[in-house]
């Protein structure tokens, strides 16, 4: 019998802890494939963060460091500018990468330093068991917005590739979403470019991947599927923010 | 006889990183040690694989050095005390990581903000961990420039050897003064790294830098295993001055530019008669415990010559086991304790030892 689909060399045959219905396992599988597609893994680091994928570390069976919360991207910086051969990559939540990482992801961006970021944005501490993400919506009820996010005490969400964008350095930042298959396509294509231009040698590539969170969110699977869609995605919307390679061309 | 070059202490430590190998240099600007990171800024880009960046912050700062540590090249921080608390997370991380590093601190008075004024108020940050958890930092202090450099190379090679990140315990004065000093001969390190983080190249089972142990029994290992080479650390690596101790009744303990100034009031009080002697730790962690222990069999008591409002005379007492009486000699915030002030509590010691006898 023909296999038409398998497990990616570059993810190891450790079982993922990860809540059913989490869409991390779809986004590991994105990267994984990416780093095969490469043939990357062995140059590959990845950074694991602090948040659910805390553990990624046992899942990528590239070398792997984990961070401290929030500071992939500083230990990225250390590894790629010791190690400038090699191909590093950061996998970071939301309230890892636009909250307490707030400063490492937007001068780590600003230095247009050539490494990759796959952030996973599902606007939830899930972890920690459902608080108030920086990227948690206006009115949205979690652990610590018991009555909802209210935007005058608790503030706006932040949009990561509108505000990463506004930067001059950054090579390329797009924001994909894996709630269907057309979707997952779109994000695998990304991811690979991401990769596709540390490999080249272009710089600080960040995909923003919106993701769901059913646990935390209260929701069956399809149902938070179905919330990315329509609350989500209106508010993140997808596509390419900034594309310096795509510019370069304009410009000739 | 190696030829001397004047420099000042800050500059001593960079050229001897330098030369220790170390190509990888992280920092932020703060006073007193603002001259180190100046030397490393014109020098790394101009070398081969040189890696120069200054940090949008101190936690940055010490985080990129958990990244060159995880492969396994030599790699520095440098920074002043407001600075190095912010560091503390990221030296937790290299210290729970079981990773080398070296992390510069040239101390200025605090708390807070503090002053830019020479200080050893860091003591207990940097001797009793500094960060979450169960950890040491091998710390060294320098009483001149000539130390400054011979500690740097010697912090690198420590930290290699033990996995464990090491500390240059300064000061602003050391920092700041300017002494002729033989740099070291230039060296590399020589131990192998098995555990770092390079790429599997498709022929090793892959390599993972981590402090994350969610199983309770697992992670107390760890600690047990760590503590383990402490020890051997604790055995092997206690480094101080024993100066005029043979015939000593009394003991003064200072370390860094109090044992300097120390020195002085010790050649004054010994031409009216006192036989004071100095034990200077170099090492502070590991304390020279033993060293303190066996002067307490000999001596009449001990003065603890500090920057601070107190905190290696802790050490002090544990280590003489409460058998004889340590007095503290101190000024803190910034100030520097005189050659009279120590006299005086050393004379206010001895006659409250002796009584009327004197």
């Not at chain 1, 060399?9 to 986004?27: F, N, Q, R, V």
């Not at chain 1, 919360?69 to 910086?77: K, M, S």
């Not at chain 1, 190690?83 to 937007?106: C, H, K, R, W």
Request: glycine share 10%.
């Amino acid at each position: 019998m023909a296999i038409v689909f398998q497990k990616p060399a570059s993810l190891t045959d450790k079982e993922l802890h990860y809540c059913p219905g989490c869409p991390h396992g779809i986004i590991h599988r994105l990267v994984a494939q990416a780093i095969d597609a490469l043939g990357i893994e062995g140059k590959t680091i990845g950074v694991a963060p602090v948040g659910c994928a805390v553990m990624a570390y046992d899942y990528f069976s590239c070398d792997m460091v984990e961070a401290a919360h929030g500071r992939a991207p500083a230990v990225a910086t250390g590894l790629k500018r010791s190690l400038p051969e090699n191909v590093i990559f950061t996998y970071q939540g939301d309230g890892d990468l636009a909250s307490i990482g707030m400063a490492e992801t937007v001068h780590a961006a600003t230095r247009n330093e050539n490494i990759t970021i796959i952030f996973v944005n599902n606007a939830i501490y899930g972890m920690t068991g459902g608080q108030m993400a920086p990227t948690s919506l206006p009115g949205q009820v979690t652990q610590t917005s018991p009555y909802g996010r209210d935007v005058r005490t608790q503030g706006y969400p932040i949009r990561v590739c509108e505000l990463l964008s506004a930067l001059d350095a950054p090579y390329y930042i797009e924001r994909v979403a894996v709630n269907n298959v057309k979707n997952v396509n779109a994000a695998k294509k990304a991811i690979e470019k991401a990769f596709r231009n540390q490999i080249e040698g272009k710089g600080f590539s960040l995909i923003e991947v919106v993701s769901a969170c059913p646990t935390n969110w209260g929701m069956t699977p399809q149902k938070a599927l179905q919330w990315v869609e329509d609350k989500m995605i209106p508010y993140y919307p997808l596509g390419v923010f900034k594309d310096r390679g795509a510019e370069a061309k304009e410009a000739n | 006889m190696t030829e001397k070059v004047l420099m000042k202490g800050n500059e001593a430590i960079a050229e001897a990183a330098l030369r220790s190998g170390c190509l990888h240099y992280f920092g932020y600007p703060i006073t007193p040690q603002t001259e180190l990171t100046a030397y490393m800024a014109k020098r790394l880009p101009k070398m081969e694989g040189g890696v120069f960046l200054q940090a949008e912050s101190e936690i940055s700062a010490i985080n990129m050095v958990y990244g060159v540590a995880s492969t396994g090249k030599r790699v520095m921080t440098s920074s002043s005390s407001p600075g190095v608390s912010l560091k503390q997370e990221g030296i937790s991380y290299i210290a729970g990581s079981d990773l080398p590093a070296v992390i510069v601190n040239v101390q200025r008075g605090g708390p807070g903000l503090g002053g830019i004024q020479p200080s050893q108020s860091d003591y207990f940050q940097a001797t009793k961990g500094g960060g979450h958890g169960d950890y040491h930092l091998i710390v060294l202090t320098p009483s001149s420039v000539q130390e400054m450099a011979d500690l740097t190379s010697l912090a690198f090679d420590l930290a290699d050897k033990y996995r464990c990140p090491a500390m240059l315990l300064a000061d602003g004065t050391m920092g700041q003064m300017m002494e002729p000093v033989a740099l070291p001969e230039p060296h590399m390190g020589t131990v192998e790294k098995p555990w770092a983080v390079t790429g599997t190249q498709m022929k090793r089972k892959h390599n993972v830098v981590n402090s994350l142990y969610l199983q309770p029994e697992v992670l107390e290992k760890t600690n047990f295993e760590r503590f383990e080479r402490y020890r051997q650390i604790e055995e092997n690596e206690v480094r101080y001055e024993s100066y005029l101790m043979d015939d000593a009744e009394y003991c003064i303990v200072a370390f860094g530019i109090a044992a300097r100034v120390a020195k002085n009031a010790i050649t004054m009080m010994r031409k009216d008669g006192l036989k004071v002697g100095l034990i200077r730790p170099i090492t502070v962690w590991p304390f020279p415990k033993k060293a303190i222990r066996e002067a307490a069999d000999k001596v009449k008591g001990f003065v603890s010559v500090e920057l601070s409002m107190g905190q290696m005379i802790e050490d002090v007492r544990l280590a003489e086991e409460c058998r004889r009486p340590v007095v503290l000699c101190n000024r803190a915030g910034g100030m520097i304790p005189g050659v009279d002030q120590i006299i005086a509590v050393t004379k206010d010691l001895v006659s409250s030892v002796e009584g009327g006898a004197r």
